[in-house]
């Protein structure tokens, strides 16, 4: 079964840092490109981040440059986001999903979708 699970969501204060996890089950997975996409109460799934199935290529929305970092285990069949400077409009569940190739990074291009990880920062 083909499968995306998330973890690592939390509560943190502004300026913190929480690195997110995805584990993919299944073959087709561990090579496909991966993403992160968040969904804030009242908003459209947007693409925060995104990564090729090698790891040399990888795509970032405005709002998250210089902060988030994506990276990827293919060994492991792992995917990670390593988010740092938090800001309250960070604040949103966080989604990992798969696609054949990075493309743009937007949730249209994208399946497998996990459950999703809550992620709240505020003092």
């Known amino acids: 079964q083909l499968q995306l699970v998330e973890s690592g969501g939390g509560l943190v204060q502004p300026g913190g840092s929480l690195r997110l996890s995805c584990a993919a089950s299944g073959f087709t997975l561990r090579y496909a490109a991966k993403g992160w996409f968040r969904q804030a109460p009242g908003k459209e799934r947007e693409g925060v981040s995104c990564i090729s199935s090698s790891g040399i290529t990888t795509n970032y929305a405005d709002s998250v440059k210089g902060r988030f970092t994506i990276s990827r285990d293919n060994a492991k069949n792992m995917v990670y986001l390593q988010m740092n400077s938090l800001k309250p409009e960070d604040t949103a569940v966080y989604y990992c999903?798969?696609?054949?190739?990075?493309?743009?990074?937007?949730?249209?291009?994208?399946?497998?979708w996990g459950q999703g990880t809550q992620v709240t920062v505020s003092s």
């Open positions: 999903a798969a696609a054949p190739v990075i493309g743009a990074c937007t949730p249209h291009d994208y399946g497998n």
